[in-house]
């Protein structure tokens, strides 16, 4: 069975341009949660999504940051524009509903100049 | 306000020895705890958690976790590691009936050595 897909794996580029990471969820599973990982802040919540309406999206850093779900199975975590600070690995995982175990995608690193 | 501690940040232990890795928590209110295991390169695996019940809980790859509320502590155990075992190991915690939101700890490497 296919798991959580996200792309890129790896993302380099330069602070100021559009970022776009995405995520195709386990099929049928009906929530997603997209994750940063830092080594100064751990994991965080960003965002999640249940029946693809975003739910709780407290975890957002700034107005720069933007997720969307226009469908069942993909997720878009924009940033715009990207700063070094940005730079973290990304992870988005789905669920079967918000109270089952989460599975996660293997990541994407980005690396902003 | 709802925190995890995971207070080694590196666990070195050789091949076959037992290992516990720990993990305290702090809420003032019923918690679910979870374990996940993160190999490099790739996402969080569940390893195992507890909801209610038994206080010994059983994971995948031989580990278990026992959920003492009195200490507030759930700490991850071991009989005999591999080296396969090497990887991060985090501690997460969600308050009763809001598991979309997880509390991780800062993580622990489990670093297996011959």
């Known amino acids: 069975d296919a798991g959580v897909i996200q792309s890129p794996r790896h993302e380099v580029t330069e602070m100021g341009q559009e970022v776009t990471l995405r995520c195709k969820p386990i099929?049928?599973?009906?929530?997603l949660f997209w994750y940063r990982q830092t080594m100064m802040r751990g994991l965080e919540l960003l965002i999640y999504f249940n029946n693809n309406v975003p739910i709780d999206d407290s975890g957002m850093p700034e107005d720069r940051f933007s997720a969307k779900m226009p469908n069942a199975s993909f997720s878009t975590l924009k940033i715009q524009p990207s700063e070094p600070r940005d730079s973290a690995v990304y992870f988005c995982?789905?669920?079967?509903?918000?109270?089952?175990?989460?599975?996660f995608g293997d990541g994407t690193r980005l690396s902003i100049l | 306000a709802q925190s995890v501690t995971q207070l080694d940040s590196q666990v070195p232990v050789f091949e076959e020895a037992p290992v516990e890795l720990r993990c305290n928590y702090s809420?003032?209110?019923?918690?679910?705890l979870f374990w996940y295991v993160q190999y490099p390169n790739q996402g969080l695996q569940l390893l195992l958690k507890?909801?209610?019940?038994?206080?010994l809980v059983k994971g995948i790859n031989g580990f278990e976790a026992e959920f003492n509320k009195s200490q507030t502590s759930f700490h991850l155990r071991k009989p005999s590691v591999h080296i396969s075992d090497t990887a991060e190991y985090f501690c997460?915690?969600?308050?009763?009936?809001?598991?979309?939101?997880?509390?991780f700890g800062t993580g622990t490497l489990l670093a297996v050595q011959p």
């Open positions: 809420s003032s209110v019923s918690v679910y």
């Open positions: 507890y909801l209610s019940g038994s206080t």
């Open positions: 099929s049928g599973h009906n929530s």
């Open positions: 997460a915690l969600a308050h009763g009936g809001a598991t979309n939101k997880l509390i």
């Open positions: 995982a789905s669920s079967i509903d918000r109270l089952s175990s989460k599975h």
